[in-house]
């Protein structure tokens, strides 16, 4: 099992940023995939979910209205676009597998995508 | 919403055992499980514990976890600590909304 993630963006406040995690090794569309974001100096954040058998999605609250989770099955690539970026939305962003319909658990994790916002 | 406290920082000697905590603010945890997550510097996050107490392939048994319901917080406890067990340490659970939630996070530090 492997998620590798696209590379690092510099972006502008106010712009959007789109960050991909292909999938390997392991039917996609049998299990979720969680983004997970790390800004400089704080912890962890769970972002949202997304499911790539049927396009449900669950985002977090602090960010309904400025983020979009999608999946390419076809690819076996899942998506996580952020809009009207904030110089506090620079982070390292993370997928995850998630194994939620069988066990509580982000088992597989993407490298990471720094995203920088600045003007 | 609830919030997952965690004591910022810990230490102890190489060999020694360790229990780092991790307590909800409110509300009751929607599955009572919770997980912990070790991310060591420059790393992505790696799963030592799942659903309370389980530790997924490849997790030493040195590691253990606990849910205490009476007062809804869990523990993690790394016995014969060793150095590369330095990281830090991050609880997570899920709220009423099955939206994930983090702790904030505890830096251990072997030494």
């Known amino acids: 099992v492997q998620l590798v993630q696209s590379g690092a963006e510099v972006k502008k406040p106010g712009a959007s940023v789109k960050v991909s995690c292909k999938a390997s090794?392991?039917?996609?569309?049998?299990?979720?995939v969680t983004w997970v974001r790390r800004a400089p100096g704080q912890g962890l954040e769970w972002m949202g979910w997304?499911?790539?058998?049927?396009?449900?999605?669950n985002y977090a609250q602090s960010l309904q209205g400025r983020v979009t989770m999608t999946t390419d099955t076809s690819t076996y690539t899942a998506y996580m676009e952020l809009r009207s970026l904030r110089s506090d939305d620079t982070a390292v962003y993370y997928c995850?597998?998630?194994?939620?319909?069988?066990?509580?658990?982000?088992?597989?994790w993407g490298q990471g995508t720094l995203v920088t916002v600045s003007s | 919403n609830f919030i997952l406290t965690q004591p910022h920082s810990v230490s102890e000697s190489p060999g020694k055992t360790v229990t780092i905590s991790c307590t909800r603010s409110?509300?009751?945890?929607?599955?009572?499980?919770v997980q912990w997550y070790q991310q060591r510097p420059g790393s992505s996050p790696t799963a030592v514990i799942y659903?309370?107490?389980?530790?997924p392939s490849g997790v030493p048994d040195r590691f253990s976890g606990s849910f205490d319901s009476s007062s809804n917080s869990a523990s993690l406890t790394i016995s014969g600590l060793k150095t590369e067990d330095e990281a830090e340490y991050f609880c997570?659970?899920?709220?009423?909304?099955?939206?994930?939630?983090f702790g904030g996070g505890t830096k251990l530090t072997v030494l």
């Open positions: 995850a597998r998630d194994l939620r319909f069988s066990e509580w658990l982000f088992d597989y």
């Open positions: 090794g392991y039917t996609f569309t049998s299990y979720g």
């Open positions: 997304i499911s790539p058998y049927n396009g449900n999605t």
């Open positions: 409110s509300d009751r945890l929607a599955s009572n499980y």
């Open positions: 659903e309370n107490n389980r530790r």
């Open positions: 997570q659970s899920y709220d009423s909304r099955n939206q994930g939630v």
